[in-house]
Every structure is written in structure tokens, then in C-alpha cells.
């Protein structure tokens, strides 16, 4: 038996190699299309990323989501617990979801001291990054304490780079009202998110063109790559793949550090929040928000 497991949320867009790699456990969330629910971690669960964007473009259903309750949480717990004696929680953002307090709720179930949860403060493949390292650790024999401080070190790093095609889907969960979306649209602005205090905020606007937003895309590839600090970079789209290997193949010409360098679909937990033809750099490193104004 490990000392200790890894667990974090459906939200983290992990492929399934890593997560095997690593031995990651995932709590899913539900993704609701219609009337029915899903459950969705990744292209994991009882629907695919395919079958989800599927579903957006053809018929037109609006989707949303709902956080995993305190018994998905207890289940995935109860099972890494069967595999090490501790367990360290990396979950999405407080700030952008009550996941966070869902976990807690069920620490009730277990004995002081068997799980340790930790807020994030980000989302998505950055989420998974964190995941990542904190795995790395525990598979190395490293301590709960030795990991906690870890992953806290990296959270003040961890970066989200994305500017998004539209802000329909961010209208719609909330995080936007009506008269920016309007403003967005009718002067072509695309906003510049990344995370500050846990939340995803918008950083600058650029105004222009799809091709103007790649171009812009494309010119900071360089730099991500020169200034993330671990082995791992993740290029997130949602449903622009091709873009997305083109942004990689931009940063392989410098790659001489041999980063490793995935291109990701999101999945539907942030795929309902970010927006068709969203692409994001996500890593851990330094950022300065000058690169893209």
C-alpha cells in the first residue's frame, strides 16, 4: 500500500494516459444536456467530448452543469484509500464552483487526518498540472506535508492563457451580463481570461478577427514555453484542433528544453463555460499580461 493517493475533480482535463500514469483518481461531475444528466470527467463517464460537442452543434441544447455531491466524493475517497493510507485532494477553485465544499462535507465520513483537501485556485488542465505534481511526489515516496507544500508553491504560478471566439457560453453561466455580451459582439471584442484570486477574469480585450486572435495566439507560443517551469504544457481548444496543433507546432521550433507539449480538448465540464472555438494556453510559470496588448 502507498502512503498516499491523489484525487481531484472532473473539471481538471486530464487524458487518460496521464491519469493511469500517475494512478490520479477523479470525482466526475454532471454535465445536464436536456433532461439528462451525465456524468463527465474529461472524454471519461457516461458521455464523451465528442458525443457532448456533437450534441451543442446539431441540436442546439444549451448545456450546463452541477458539482459532484458529497457521496461522489466519499466513493472516490473510500477507493483511494483502498490503494494508500493518506489521500490529497487537489479540487477546482472556491472562488468558481462550491466543489471545494462538497469535498469537505465529506471528511465527515472519514477518520482526522486520512484526507487533505486543497483549494486550487484554477480550473482545467492547469487543475490537472497541479494533480500532476503532486502525483509525481507521491509516487516518489514524498510526505502529505512535503506535497501540500508543493502544490501550494505552484498555485500563485499556475496560468491560464486563453482568449475566447465568443462569450455566449459565459453569458450563459453567469459570469458576464447581458450588456457586456453585447458590447462583445457588436464591436468584435474577444476577452483575454486568466486567473487572479481563484476567479477567471478578463484581462485586456482584442478586437479584430478569428485570424487576428490566432496570430496573437500564435506570437505568445514562444514565450509560454520559455517561461514555464515545469516539464508539462497544456494547449486547450474547444473543437479547434487544428489550431491547436498549429500553436504547438509553433512552440516545438523552440522546444530545446524538451518540454512536453499537449493538445487537449476540453472536456464538458469547462467546455460549457468557455465556448466553442475557445483555445488557452494552460502551465505553471511566470506570465506578464503585456504579451498579448
Same mark, same amino acid.
Given at each position: ?78 477507493? $483511494?484509500?483502498?490503494? %494508500? =493510507?493518506?489521500?490529497? +485532494?487537489?479540487?477546482?477553485?472556491? #472562488?468558481?464552483?462550491?466543489?471545494? /465544499? &462538497? ?27 497541479? $494533480?500532476?505534481?503532486? %502525483? =509525481?511526489?507521491?509516487? +516518489?515516496?514524498?510526505?502529505?506535508? #512535503?506535497?501540500?507544500?508543493?502544490? /501550494? &508553491? ?31 459582439? %457588436? ?107
Amino acid at each position: 500500500m502507498r502512503d498516499v493517493a491523489i484525487v481531484t475533480d472532473g473539471s481538471c482535463d486530464l487524458p487518460e494516459d496521464i491519469l493511469k500514469k500517475y494512478h490520479i483518481f477523479v470525482v466526475p461531475f454532471n454535465v445536464i444536456l436536456g433532461s439528462t444528466v451525465y456524468k463527465a470527467f474529461g472524454n471519461f463517464g457516461t458521455i464523451s467530448k465528442d458525443e457532448f460537442y456533437t450534441k451543442i452543434l446539431t441540436e442546439k441544447i444549451i448545456p450546463s452543469t452541477s458539482l459532484p455531491a458529497p457521496k461522489a466524493f466519499i466513493d472516490t475517497f473510500q477507493a $483511494a484509500l483502498k490503494e %494508500a =493510507k493518506e489521500v490529497v +485532494a487537489i479540487l477546482l477553485s472556491s #472562488e468558481l464552483s462550491a466543489t471545494y /465544499n &462538497s469535498a469537505k462535507m465529506a471528511l465527515n465520513y472519514f477518520e482526522k487526518d486520512e484526507i487533505h483537501l486543497i483549494d486550487s485556485r484554477v480550473a482545467a488542465s492547469t487543475l490537472g498540472l497541479l $494533480a500532476m505534481e503532486a %502525483a =509525481k511526489l507521491a509516487l +516518489a515516496n514524498a510526505s502529505v506535508p #512535503e506535497i501540500i507544500s508543493h502544490v /501550494n &508553491s505552484l498555485i500563485p504560478q499556475a496560468r491560464l492563457i486563453s482568449i475566447l471566439d465568443n462569450v455566449e457560453a459565459t453569458y450563459r453561466s453567469g459570469r458576464i451580463s447581458w450588456g457586456r455580451k453585447f458590447l462583445t459582439h %457588436a464591436f468584435k471584442l474577444h476577452p483575454i481570461l486568466n486567473f487572479k484570486d481563484g476567479r477567471l477574469v478578463s484581462a485586456g480585450v482584442i478586437h479584430g478577427s478569428r485570424k487576428k486572435i490566432f496570430k496573437k495566439m500564435l506570437s505568445i507560443a514562444p514565450l509560454v514555453l520559455e517561461n514555464a517551469i515545469t516539464d508539462t504544457i497544456f494547449i486547450l481548444h474547444v473543437h479547434s484542433q487544428e489550431k491547436a496543433l498549429k500553436l504547438k507546432e509553433q512552440m516545438e521550433k523552440t522546444n530545446t528544453k524538451g518540454k512536453i507539449i499537449h493538445v487537449q480538448e476540453a472536456g464538458p465540464v469547462i467546455g460549457v463555460h468557455v465556448g466553442l472555438y475557445a483555445l488557452a494556453y494552460m502551465y505553471i510559470g511566470n506570465y506578464n499580461s503585456k504579451w498579448l496588448l
